[in-house]
């Protein structure tokens, strides 16, 4: 089957010219370069909507040295150029774009779980490797053959019956990450599991033990980029997956709610860190400690997702009328915002959420206008007496009680004419 078309409809055009050239170049070298993965597959579908965000990441694989390939291009397009000589792979970084070019390769696995030991091989050696048959499929860029389908695994095939399928009973053992990539395909795309994929999934789910830490970081970060991330995680709930990663994990209904709420109020880049924050919102303390330590989380959004169940226990103090503005800040001013913001998505409680916002979008960004430099020229020393004066003054300005730069002169004038206690 010739794509040759399918590619000039699916590709930008600058991309296209980039691709083409550089198979040019690997081909003074007797080198072939080829498309593969999810690219193939995904223009295959004809489905615009699943070029993923605004960035278009291209996967290339080299029969031939890809990062000396990967070189030549770099220095003569003057872009940013990452290579692994270990894996001989590359990545070219454009402004719209990145481009992965790996050299073909074999690749086994010293133990389940284990990052694989590579030697080069042929294209065919590199698409077994591979996670489904869907994403095992090559397109020749080379001009005497530019355009053909290489599919050896019938993935084509099962693109056209909507099936997702390993190419080997030891796919999921080998690298249980891709029981969490299958949900994620079977969602996104609405596919199924082809029936023997589908009794290894669910055998090897244990398998999930054997991943480490950071990559089951990296699958759930690629999971909260997913359009409607909560159908993966409900999937994964169903089927024990979560459960394995941490024992009081769930992904139950409320999970869809609140992820769908999230979208509503978020901008795409936020989004991520966000989820992170609803998906241990029903954890207790003990388990999200376990959560953490799991994933080897960065330090910010563990503080931040610690805070979202701290400051969750103490919504009811925020549940009250008629509290001035200066109580809420001195409520919340200690929690991270991303844990204002999961509580103001989370909180059943409509007052709770309404001062929530009004601390996130307003209260936190009000400053008084005199700074410690004019107190000091007004004779307030420096120290906790300045401390005090501004906390005074801050708090006064968040209730209304001064608007001017004047007003504040004002009150410092009457606080420090009042005889120290
Ligand atoms: N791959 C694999 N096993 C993995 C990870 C990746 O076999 N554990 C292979 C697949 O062939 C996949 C390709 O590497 O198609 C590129 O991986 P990635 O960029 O993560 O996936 P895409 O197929 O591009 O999918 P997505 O649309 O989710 O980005």
């Given amino acids: 089957m010739n794509l040759a078309r399918h590619i000039e409809q699916y590709l930008p055009g600058k991309l296209l010219e980039l691709v083409k050239d550089i198979s040019g170049q690997a081909a003074k070298h007797g080198e072939r370069v ?7 597959r995904d223009l295959l579908l004809r489905d615009p909507s699943l070029r993923s965000g605004p960035r278009f990441d291209l996967d290339m694989v080299v029969e031939g040295d890809a990062v000396k390939l990967a070189q030549q291009v770099a220095e003569a397009d003057q872009v940013e150029l990452l290579a692994h000589h270990r894996f001989g792979t590359a990545k070219l970084r454009y402004d719209n774009f990145t481009l992965d070019l790996a050299t073909a390769r074999k690749e086994t696995y010293a133990r389940p779980g284990a990052l694989p030991a590579v030697t080069p091989g042929t294209l065919e050696d590199d698409l077994i490797r591979r996670d489904f048959s869907i994403n095992a499929m090559a397109i020749s860029l080379a001009t005497n053959d530019y355009g053909e389908l290489i599919d050896p695994y019938h993935g084509r095939r099962d693109l056209e019956h909507r099936l997702i399928r390993v190419l080997h009973p030891r796919s999921f ?9 299958g949900v994620c395909y079977e969602q996104r795309l609405s596919f199924e599991f082809e029936a023997q994929t589908a009794r290894l999934l669910k055998r090897d789910i244990p398998m999930l033990d054997t991943i480490s830490g950071d990559r089951i970081r990296h699958e759930l970060e ?15 709930g169903d089927l024990g997956a979560l459960h394995r990663i941490t024992p009081s994990l769930k992904g139950d209904g409320w999970i869809s709610e609140e992820f769908d709420r999230a979208r509503r109020l978020k901008k795409p880049a936020q989004l991520p860190s966000l989820y992170f924050c609803l998906l241990i919102y029903s954890l207790s303390e003990r388990d999200i400690e376990q959560f953490l330590a799991r994933l080897n989380l960065p330090a910010k959004l563990s503080r ?3 805070d979202t169940l701290r400051l969750k226990a103490s919504l009811p103090l925020l549940d009250k009328p008629l509290l001035k503005p200066s109580e809420i800040y001195h409520l919340l001013r200690e929690y991270e915002p991303l844990a204002i913001q999961a509580n103001a998505i989370a909180t059943q409680s409509p007052r ?3 001062t929530l916002q009004v601390f996130l979008t307003k ?3 009000v400053r008084t206008a005199l700074n410690g430099e004019e107190l000091k020229k007004m004779g307030i020393s420096p120290g906790p007496q ?11 300005k968040l209730d209304g009680e001064v608007r001017t730069r004047a007003d504040e002169k004002q009150l410092v004038l009457s606080l420090s004419l009042r005889p120290e206690r």
Avoid: Q, W
């Avoid at 053992?173 to 990539?181: G, K």
């Avoid at 999971?223 to 999937?235: D, K």
């Avoid at 300045?386 to 006064?396: I, S």
């Fill in 352 to 354: 709770v959420r309404r």
């Fill in 173 to 181: 053992s080998d690298d249980a990450t891709r029981i969490l990539r």
């Fill in 304 to 306: 931040a997702m610690r």
């Fill in 386 to 396: 300045m401390g005090k004066v501004l906390e005074v003054l801050h708090g006064a």
């Fill in 34 to 40: 080829y498309l593969v993965g999810g690219v193939v």
């Fill in 363 to 365: 209260l936190r960004y």
């Fill in 222 to 236: 690629h999971i909260f980029e997913e359009n409607r991330p909560e159908l993966v995680i409900r999937r994964l």
